[in-house]
C-alpha cells in the first residue's frame, strides 16, 4: 500500500459523509508523510472554510488551518516540515506510533500492526521508506477502510478496531508534541485539526457500541 493523491475537501461541500471522512484521512496523509507540494496547499489555501451547519466541531480548526496555509508560502511550510520531522537523525517530532505506544521504534506495536493489515490484506510497498507505524500510512489504511470497495473489509467494524487499536491510543500525544514545540506554526494548526477530527472520529465509533 502506497500514498495516494487527494483532494482537499471543501467543508461545505455536497459529499458524503462518508466520503468526506475518507477525504480528511487523505488530506492528513498527504500533510504528514512528506513535505507538502505546491499543489496540495495551493488545494488547501483554496478550500471552502464555513462548514455545512453553523458552529460545527470541525469549523473552526478547519478555518485555522486554511487561514495559516494562506499566510505563509509554500517555501515556509516545506521548510517546516523538514525541520520538525526531517533530519538524519533524531528529528524534533516523531511521526510514529511505537516511539508513542512503546518508547522505541520498531517494537511490538508495530508487529502488531502488521500482523492486522496481513489479516485486512495490506502490506507496505516496497517503494515506502517509512515503517507502517507512520501516522500517514495509517490514515491512508483508514482511508481504505472507509472508501474500499471490499465490504468484507472496507466497513465500520473495521475501522473501529483498526482506529481504537492504532490510532487513537497515541496520536493526542503527537499532536501535543507538534503544539508544544516552538518551531511548528502551520503544523501547530495541523496539530489542532487533527485532534479535533480524532476527537469525532472517537465519539463517531463509541454511538457503534
Not at 190 to 199: G, N
Request: proline share 4%; net charge negative; aromatic share 10%.
Amino acid at each position: 500500500m502506497t500514498m495516494s493523491k487527494t483532494s482537499v475537501l471543501p467543508i461545505s461541500s455536497a459529499l458524503d459523509e462518508e466520503t468526506a471522512r475518507a477525504e480528511l484521512y487523505g488530506l492528513l496523509a498527504a500533510l504528514y508523510y512528506v513535505t507538502p507540494t505546491p499543489e496540495i496547499l495551493a488545494q488547501l489555501r483554496v478550500a471552502v472554510t464555513e462548514a455545512p451547519r453553523a458552529g460545527a466541531f470541525l469549523e473552526e480548526p478547519w478555518r485555522a488551518l486554511v487561514g495559516k496555509a494562506r499566510q505563509l508560502s509554500d517555501e515556509a511550510i516545506q521548510a517546516e516540515y523538514d525541520t520538525l520531522f526531517g533530519g538524519v537523525s533524531k528529528p524534533e517530532v516523531y511521526l510514529y506510533g511505537s516511539h508513542y505506544l512503546s518508547g522505541f521504534l520498531n517494537e511490538k506495536p508495530l508487529a502488531k500492526l502488521r500482523s492486522d493489515l496481513h489479516a485486512i490484506g495490506l502490506e507496505r510497498s516496497e517503494s515506502m521508506s517509512d515503517t507502517e507505524d507512520h501516522i500517514a500510512y495509517l490514515c491512508e489504511v483508514m482511508r481504505y477502510l472507509i472508501a474500499g470497495d471490499d465490504v468484507a473489509v472496507a466497513n465500520l467494524t473495521r475501522q473501529r478496531e483498526f482506529f481504537a487499536t492504532h490510532i487513537q491510543p497515541w496520536v493526542n500525544m503527537l499532536c501535543d508534541d507538534i503544539k508544544l514545540n516552538t518551531k511548528a506554526n502551520f503544523y501547530a494548526d495541523l496539530s489542532d485539526f487533527t485532534r479535533a477530527f480524532i476527537q469525532v472520529e472517537a465519539q463517531g465509533f463509541d454511538m457503534l457500541v
